[in-house]
């Protein structure tokens, strides 16, 4: 993916060394400096919507799918996607839940009714999504801000790279504080 027309901007405390990102102009009663800084590996469409908001491959068909036809049911879709029903179902599930697509009821002639789904407009599915991540980004930071070393020594361990290597892989990683 190309560099980024909207990055954001990483503040440094002139005082504490306290990291912030955006909006935040103070810290400590003393003034934020711009940091230069670039992603550890610069992000694609595929790896945000698969890493941050779930959407697998399948999940990805089935909402292109749709963007084509305008409205489907889960039926419909994996007749045409050739995919099982349920796991169509378990997509579009989701993909209403992060509110890709929106979901009504149309009622049957012969009693009952049918899901029936449909795209939500793409600049309204772009504020969704930014506001997703925004809230994911909260929490990644929070994960971040916790990180000690025992819990990097027992995520290496895990992976059979620390110092007990693939001996202490069945050793649990103790996340808690």
């Known amino acids: 993916m190309s560099e980024s027309t909207t990055q954001g901007q990483i503040y440094e405390c002139d005082d504490c060394g306290s990291v912030a990102f955006e909006g935040s102009s103070a810290c400590c009663d003393a003034e934020m400096s711009r940091v230069e800084a670039s992603p ?93 991540l925004y809230a994911w980004m909260a929490e990644a930071l929070d994960i971040v801000e916790h990180v000690n070393r025992e819990k990097l020594d027992a995520l290496a361990r895990a992976d059979g790279d620390g110092p007990g290597g693939e001996d202490d892989a069945s050793d649990a990683i103790y996340w808690d504080e």
């Open 40 to 132: 550890v590996r610069h992000p694609d469409l595929a790896v945000v919507l698969r890493e941050v908001f779930g959407i697998s491959e399948t999940g990805l068909r089935v909402c292109l799918c749709l963007m084509e036809d305008g409205e489907s049911t889960a039926v419909d879709i994996a007749d045409r996607l050739d995919i099982d029903r349920s796991t169509v179902g378990r997509q579009l599930n989701h993909l209403t839940d992060i509110g890709v697509l929106d979901k009504r009821q149309r009622l049957l002639k012969n009693g009952g009714y049918v899901n029936v789904y449909s795209p939500v407009p793409v600049e309204e599915v772009r504020k969704r999504l930014t506001v997703g």
